[in-house]
């Protein structure tokens, strides 16, 4: 059998073509016409040759040897440069399927392509129609002259040389497990999101998120089986607990909480959409950014069911006076080569060091690059769908620091343009990606990002111990270890030391737990083993004090309240239900937390000192003493303009000792760890009990 001649000819630079031959020739053709190459190097199976001429981006570029071998040019690294990027940025807001009844206009953005087709199918049959180069370089357009609701599409392009067969990238809806990109007609997916019921909010540290995700918000058919794991599960009211507690979204307006944040819920890979049930995923594997994720859905085959439920969960929410915060996974794909970017436009859309090796700092083999114009376009775009079409109130971004400041930056500003009380925060960890260090949206270049804001690890691990497998059995403050006062003090004060992250309070998201790692209760079992159930409720409960009271922005894993377990799994990300479901009958049994939950946010609405977040400002007001066994004790002075009170004081208690305060006038005790004191009880000699927590206040006096 013959063996196939190793010919290739590549473009990284624009007045280069590199030759792979398998042989040695000192000419070549280009376009029909000579050209001498210079001999480069010898790998293992071809050699490598140059040839210098200044090329065309609109050109194509046939290579010949001298025995009438042909092969076409492929643009490799070309792609990165400012050139390409110039030459081909298209700034028009016009890309993918415009719909209207008597036409729709498809346009693709394939600066590699040099043929391309479109392929729909309705009412069962299929068509193939030829592509066209629009007047801008890159874009290929087509327009079909009849009605295309409910088609199924495909673009068919030849990439270097190579056929693709791909989804519209800004296809905004599909069919099941994202098979073809369908076309929508957006009248019929119209729903009112009520967001005239939300109050006015324009302070990030007035925010109490609490994370969800929509799958285990209602696997325990307690919401109903007709809502199984899908968005209609929030739209479900007057639903109760045997004891007559609330559930679902009833219960998470009984909290006050005012954003909910969803896990991922755009279209990801790895839970068949027809068999919801046979398997299970978080949704950090991304198929297609631009729509939304079947499983969810009621019927995930109807590429409207999707849109209109989706919307239907925002407005009962909205109703609820929630907002919605968006997981978004914009930092790296499920497919590498085989995502929908990178099969158009290879390369280009991830983050490629000089020998094409693959930036990992998301640690799924395959970073995405924000730093490219359209790269950072397509993000934008996207970001900006999901905040005009949805109404979504804010992003939590997922491994934020794997993209550029500028990108952030510009989500954040456009997405506040069109929505007022927009937020955005992420996951601020310094990955090891090919992004030089100071153009990263990380933690170390937070004074870059203001006001957008990050996860505190600091917080977390300060308050109760290290996350990690291997370490769940070190403490912190809150469950024990003292020693970690003044660092307790440190991220109550919004973590604005100059040793720690934040010139200001607002950048700052505290948290003990997430969907990530174990969750408080586990944590406990394993850290506070020697305590018993009384004790370990006491330090959860004052955990939960920790985050509502802290200056910052406040963050709750849901169920955290009631104890949540998820059977020691810290990474459960592709678990079965029985481990990440939420139990709701949990709701029964720790329904004293729950109530002490939904005090500690009323409190922390009731008194504006919890918002205060400029250095200027906290260090006027934030007072604190280490007393003996390290309790600390935190104290607001000078709060006559901001609440209408003298003081406010906090004491922390994390051993198993009694102490005794005294202070200088009575103080109205206000909170324990167990919720708001709803008698008026007014001491100035108090108790501090072993594993508590307790607010008082100073009130004015009045004028005799």
Not at 426 to 449: S, V
């Amino acid at each position: 059998m013959q063996q196939t001649i190793i010919f290739q000819a590549y473009q990284d630079q624009k007045d280069t073509i590199l030759i792979h031959y398998q042989g040695m020739s000192s000419t070549f053709y280009v376009n029909q016409k000579i050209y001498f190459a210079n001999f480069i190097k010898k790998e293992q199976n071809y050699n490598v040759f140059s040839i210098h001429l200044l090329l065309d981006f609109s050109t194509t570029y046939v290579i010949e040897d001298m025995q009438c071998r042909k092969t076409t040019l492929k643009r490799r690294a070309i792609v990165k440069s400012k050139a390409f990027d110039d030459y081909y940025f298209y700034p028009q807001n016009d890309l993918g399927a415009t719909y209207s009844k008597q036409k729709t206009t498809f346009k693709v953005w394939a600066p590699l392509a040099n043929e391309g087709y479109l392929k729909y199918i309705i009412q069962d049959k299929t068509f193939i129609e030829p592509l066209k180069m629009s007047s801008h370089p890159g874009v290929f357009e087509i327009t079909i002259e009849k009605d295309l609701q409910m088609a199924l599409y495909h673009y068919l392009l030849k990439v270097n040389d190579q056929w693709v067969e791909v989804n519209d990238p800004y296809g905004y809806s599909c069919n099941a497990n994202s098979a073809y990109s369908a076309i929508i007609n957006q009248e019929k997916v119209a729903v009112d999101t009520k967001d005239a019921c939300l109050t006015p909010f324009n302070d990030m540290t007035k925010a109490i998120i609490y994370e969800a995700n929509v799958r285990d918000f209602s696997s325990d058919n307690s919401l109903g089986k007709e809502v199984n794991n899908t968005f209609l599960a929030f739209c479900k009211e007057n639903l109760k607990t045997a004891n007559q507690h609330p559930i679902g979204l009833d219960y998470l307006s009984f909290l006050g909480i005012t954003h909910l944040q969803l896990m991922p819920i755009l279209d990801f890979v790895t839970v068949d959409e027809i068999d919801k049930k046979k398997t299970y995923n978080w949704g950090y594997d991304p198929a297609n950014y631009s729509c939304l994720e079947g499983s969810y859905s009621s019927h995930p085959q109807d590429p409207y069911c999707r849109i209109i439920e989706a919307k239907m969960m925002i407005q009962a929410l909205h109703q609820r006076n929630i907002r919605v915060v968006l997981d978004i996974v914009f930092n790296h794909f499920f497919y590498t080569y085989e995502n929908i970017l990178n099969q158009i436009t290879p390369y280009y859309f991830l983050q490629v060091d000089e020998q094409f090796n693959l930036s990992n700092g998301s640690f799924c083999g395959n970073d995405y690059d924000s730093n490219t114009k359209m790269g950072r376009k397509y993000l934008v775009d996207m970001a900006l769908r999901y905040v005009k079409d949805y109404h979504i109130d804010g992003f939590r971004m997922d491994l934020m620091g794997i993209l550029d400041i500028d990108t952030i930056q510009s989500i954040y500003k456009e997405c506040k343009a069109i929505n007022p009380s927009f937020i955005l925060y992420g996951e601020g960890w310094n990955m090891p990606t090919f992004l030089k260090e100071n153009k990263r949206a990380t933690l170390l270049n937070a004074d870059q990002l203001y006001p957008i804001a990050f996860f505190n690890d600091y917080f977390r691990e300060i308050v109760k111990g290290k996350s990690f497998d291997r370490a769940l059995k070190e403490k912190g403050y809150i469950n024990g270890n003292v020693n970690l006062a003044e660092a307790m003090v440190q991220v109550m004060k919004g973590s604005i030391e100059k040793e720690n992250y934040f010139n200001d309070a607002r950048q700052s998201i505290n948290y003990i737990e997430c969907h990530d790692n174990a969750t408080l209760h586990d944590k406990l079992e394993i850290s506070n083993e020697e305590c018993d159930a009384t004790t370990k409720n006491n330090i959860l409960l004052m955990a939960l004090c920790s985050v509502l009271f802290s200056l910052g922005v406040p963050f709750l894993h849901m169920g955290c309240e009631f104890h949540r377990s998820k059977k020691g799994n810290t990474n459960s990300y592709n678990l079965d239900d029985a481990i990440n479901a939420i139990d709701w009958h949990l709701v029964d049994t720790y329904f004293e937390n729950c109530l002490a939950l939904k005090g500690f946010i009323k409190i922390r609405k009731k008194y504006n000192v919890f918002s205060l977040h400029t250095k200027e400002e906290i260090e006027k007001h934030f007072h604190y003493q280490i007393l003996e066994h390290q309790i600390v004790k935190i104290f607001y002075k000078d709060l006559q303009e901001i609440d209408g009170i003298d003081e406010l004081v906090m004491f922390i208690n994390p051993t198993m000792y009694t102490s005794h305060y005294a202070f200088y006038q009575y103080f109205k005790f206000i909170c324990s760890e167990h919720g708001p004191i709803r008698d008026e009880v007014y001491s100035s000699n108090i108790v501090i009990n072993p594993y508590s927590f307790s607010m008082y206040i100073k009130e004015i006096e009045k004028k005799k």
